[in-house]
């Protein structure tokens, strides 16, 4: 496809017209940064859900999975360090009067630097054919190298200006930089400024007793300040993990990018409490189990990478992301902290309430350290979606556009067609359907040519197409079509469930690990 903005553009309409995604409130022209997931993206965002569960949950012994609810006493967000720590550095262009996150006028600059590395790589490629190494001419040539050394020095410099709260520097880099508004070209910047994040609400019916709260900005917290009652009911040791799933919400100051940074979101978040002094080890151990996981999807190795924090959250001692190669470059997908025992010990003072654990076999009692893998539903989804979008010239000069969703994701497992409304195809059609749909998420479909059904199912990202004929009246089999390949084999009914299960069973894919 054409460029980067023309298939992020692409991803956005086609996830529109296929019942992907849509704009919160459209016909009132919608919210921004909020969006609905319609019936195919709930689906796969339900698929993901699960994938993410069994391999965390189901698949460990040692953690175990709650649903805390979003609203939560608010001396959670005191003890948590959200209500004085959780803000972004935002700055307005006095021209074009938009507000932008500064940190991330500045991430985008380095960004564009990355982009002229891949470019250097693809020219050399070209150039060396199949004598080049890529590793060594990342590593020794000197067009890359500066590009390197400048962003890393840039991304340094930031990371610490804003560690010691120094928001004058991060506008002189922004100057230094010469970062101009990406929508109108001016230079001519307002001072940076702090803005905290959370959302606030109220809860009782009259003014005077209500009280203030703020809809949670992580579903972390719910998990802390259940420590306690989940290791006691479960009789859990440590090392052991509590992971949950569910929405939260930030007032993001740039709210762009589709679903990539939205207002309310999900998090699919686990936090593993470890004796303190092993977290490296843990945190090491969950960076490597985590990639696992995406690589097991098969979307490609390339498309990866770590990246380690400069500058540290409030509760770290390391963090790492998992950044994923989006149209518009590679961003977070993934973060993997390391909180030290900073929550629990708050919460702690806070409540009054003792958050420790008392170790049988040492001995002793202690609050754990806390490694946690957190990683954005929607952000996940976003990856899988335009990974998979994909246009392919075929040999008789035409084109389709299909996507190529891992087929253990995908909402709708096969598509059951007759080839023609008559001759009783039909029926046998409704009946694979009532067969099939006790183990997969399926569909019935007559309507228009075959070719155009599959091409509907293609775009839909379908895995397989099953056609009913006038043979299988005689001899009870019928074609099934694989959406990647378009190859069509004859099978019997019979054989269709353990066909389907092969390609689409979570087992299979997360035994990849
Ligand atoms: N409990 C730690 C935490 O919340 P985070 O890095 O702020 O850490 C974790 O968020 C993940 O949540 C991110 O890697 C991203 O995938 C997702 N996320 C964060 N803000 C988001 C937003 N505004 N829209 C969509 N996803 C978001």
């Not at 965390?56 to 999975?65: A, L, P, R, T």
Request: aromatic share 12%; hydrophobic share 40%.
């Amino acid at each position: 496809m054409a460029n980067n903005e023309d298939q992020f553009k692409k991803v956005i309409s086609h996830a529109k017209e296929y019942g992907y995604v849509f704009q919160s409130s459209e016909i009132y022209d919608g919210l921004s940064a909020v969006y609905d997931y319609a019936q195919n993206g709930a689906q796969l965002k339900k698929n993901i859900r699960e994938y993410w569960w069994k391999a965390m949950v189901q698949m460990h012994e040692n953690i175990v999975g709650i649903d805390a609810a979003i609203f939560m006493h608010p001396t959670t967000w005191k003890a948590s360090g959200h209500v004085d720590a959780f803000n972004d550095p935002l700055i307005d262009n006095k021209d074009s009067k938009k507000r932008y996150r500064a940190d991330v006028l500045i991430e985008d600059y380095v960004g564009k630097l990355d982009t002229k590395i891949e470019k250097e790589v693809k020219k050399a490629a070209k150039r060396f054919g199949d004598a080049f190494d890529k590793d060594q001419f990342l590593a020794t040539n000197p067009r890359v190298l500066g590009y390197k050394e400048k962003g890393d020095a840039i991304l340094k410099r930031m990371g610490q200006s804003l560690e010691k709260e120094d928001l004058a520097d991060v506008k002189d880099l922004i100057e230094e930089l010469e970062i101009a508004c990406p929508l109108s070209g001016s230079k001519n910047w307002t001072d940076v400024k702090q803005f905290n994040l959370m959302f606030g609400t109220k809860l009782g019916a009259s003014a005077e007793n209500a009280m203030d709260l703020y809809l949670r900005p992580e579903t972390a917290q719910g998990i802390f300040v259940n420590f306690l009652n989940v290791q006691k009911t479960g009789r859990m040791k440590i090392p052991f993990g509590i992971a949950q799933t569910g929405k939260a919400f930030r007032n993001e100051i740039v709210a762009r990018q589709f679903i990539f940074r939205m207002r309310e979101f999900e998090q699919m978040e686990m936090q593993f409490f470890v004796k303190p002094g092993t977290q490296k080890e843990w945190y090491e151990q969950w960076k490597e189990t985590r990639l696992k996981w995406h690589l097991s999807l098969g979307m490609g190795p390339d498309n990866y990478r770590f990246h380690d924090h400069e500058k540290l959250a409030h509760y770290a001692d390391a963090a790492s992301d998992i950044e994923f190669r989006f149209p518009f470059g590679f961003k977070e997908l993934e973060g993997i902290h390391s909180r030290t025992d900073f929550d629990l010990k708050s919460h702690e003072e806070f409540s009054g309430k003792k958050l420790r654990y008392f170790d049988h076999e040492d001995n002793e009692s202690y609050i754990p350290y806390v490694v946690e893998t957190s990683i954005g539903l929607d952000r996940m989804f976003l990856a899988v979606f335009s990974n998979s979008l994909v246009e392919e010239e075929l040999d008789n000069n035409t084109s389709r556009v299909v996507l190529k969703l891992p087929a253990v994701l995908a909402p709708t497992k096969a598509a059951i067609f007759p080839l023609v409304k008559k001759d009783g195809l039909p029926e046998i059609a409704r009946q694979i359907v009532e067969d099939l749909k006790w183990e997969f998420d399926v569909l019935y479909d007559e309507k228009d040519a075959v070719g155009k059904r599959y091409r509907r199912q293609d775009a839909a990202g379908t895995p397989f197409c099953i056609t009913v004929d006038h043979d299988s009246i005689a001899d009870n089999t019928v074609t099934i079509r694989h959406r990647d390949t378009m190859e069509q084999k004859r099978v019997p009914i019979a054989d269709l469930k353990s066909i389907i299960a092969e390609e689409v069973s979570m087992k299979k894919w997360l035994m990849k690990m």
